[in-house]
């Protein structure tokens, strides 16, 4: 069976630094996505982890512990901006399937 | 490049009329996905094609839908006598490839609205 868990929700304060914790139990492992999706629009590209460790793309990062089936995302220096839901995606074996978290909404308050 | 393009990006349909949902992937991806996300919920897999091709529709609900993927043309969603419960934001996706960090690329989404 397929399990992804995130936070439904998260507050943080502009300027500060936010982790969002993503947990997984899937049938099969080919990677691991973050995405962002700001109201009513399509989800972007944060990052892919496929082996341990992390991954840093500017003010955001992306850990991945396999042995343990659990990703976060870390954002620094959180902006206004930032306020958008963050959807944690699992690949399949066959790398053509993705599989969602319900996401974190993340508000960023002054 | 233009991106992953869907039409219309809003849609109303009575109970019980067709809904078509339109897919045109990136310029050189020849894979196409389709999500739908309910309201507050997240994006759920329904199907995957390639040219002329269904993959995988393990998650496609068995009756009234249908997606297909004709060799000249968009990617068409088709829902039969829609019902209050297909209201949703459905997304398509496109990528190059499959395998290690073949990124999806989604498109807009479509606002489908039953009344």
């Known amino acids: 069976g397929q399990n992804i868990d995130q936070p439904t929700e998260m507050t943080a304060t502009e300027g500060a630094i936010v982790q969002i914790n993503c947990t997984y139990q899937?049938?099969?492992?080919?990677?691991l996505f973050w995405y962002q999706q700001h109201a009513g629009e399509a989800p972007t590209f944060l990052s892919y982890?496929?082996?341990?460790g992390l991954e840093e793309k500017g003010r955001f990062s992306s850990f991945l512990s396999r042995s343990k089936g659990y990703s976060y995302l870390l954002l620094k220096e959180l902006q206004m901006k930032d306020s958008a839901s963050y959807l944690c995606?699992?690949?399949?074996?066959?790398?053509?399937?993705?599989?969602f978290g319900g996401g974190t909404r993340l508000m960023v308050k002054p | 490049n233009a991106g992953v393009m869907q039409n219309p990006r809003h849609l109303v349909r009575r109970r019980g009329q067709e809904a078509r949902l339109r897919c045109s992937p990136m310029?050189?991806?020849?894979?196409v996905y389709w999500y739908r996300q309910l309201p507050e919920e997240g994006l759920k897999f329904m199907v995957y094609?390639?040219?002329?091709?269904?993959?995988?529709e393990s998650g496609m609900p068995k009756e009234r839908f249908s997606a297909e993927f004709p060799k000249e043309g968009p990617s068409i969603l088709r829902i039969q006598q829609v019902v209050r419960g297909d209201s949703a934001a459905y997304f398509c996706?496109?990528?190059?490839?499959?395998?290690?960090?073949?990124?999806?690329?989604f498109g807009p989404g479509t606002r489908l609205t039953v009344l």
């Open positions: 899937t049938s099969g492992f080919n990677g």
């Open positions: 982890n496929v082996l341990d």
């Open positions: 996706a496109s990528s190059p490839g499959t395998g290690n960090g073949n990124e999806q690329f």
């Open positions: 995606a699992v690949v399949n074996n066959a790398g053509n399937m993705l599989t």
């Open positions: 310029k050189g991806h020849s894979h």
């Open positions: 094609l390639q040219k002329e091709n269904i993959i995988d």
